[in-house]
């Protein structure tokens, strides 16, 4: 039984520009990360590592299924964070000179905010009815 998402690991071309737009612009932080043998870093919000960064240029060795696996086109579309105030991170958004595009989903409550990350990943910051505000 699935209880929940763990986590999203997005690949980097350069760890500091990731680290800028994921904690100075989203408000994540770096946190604790294992003594993994291949460079990255993880992002948190609040307890949890949400984000997993890793190098984009592909590693010599690995397949599958691990930190080494050489990198493939995505098949991932988007991954979603959900958050609170959206006309603040709107502010934010603009205040950084960051193109996103806001939008109402259909037949509900809920605002999306859709953004690419420096390495070219869509994030959506998703707000519920009551955080959206």
């Known amino acids: 039984m699935l209880i929940s998402l763990g986590h999203v690991t997005i690949r980097s071309a350069d760890f500091d520009r990731t680290e800028r737009f994921y904690c100075g612009l989203l408000g994540m932080r770096v946190g ?9 870093r993880w992002l948190y919000v609040d307890d949890a590592a949400v984000v997993h960064v890793l190098p984009r240029v592909p590693a010599v060795a690995g397949g599958a299924g691990t930190d080494t696996a050489p990198v493939a086109a995505s098949t991932i579309d988007h991954f979603a964070l959900d958050a609170q105030d959206r006309s603040a991170f709107e502010a934010r958004l603009r205040a950084a000179g960051q193109p996103f595009e806001s939008r109402r989903l259909a037949d509900s409550g809920i605002w999306q905010i859709f953004l690419v990350d420096p390495d070219g990943t869509r994030v959506e910051l998703c707000f519920a009815p009551a955080a959206a505000k």
Do not use: E, F, N, T
């Open 32 to 40: 604790l990360r294992p003594a993994i043998s291949v460079p990255g």
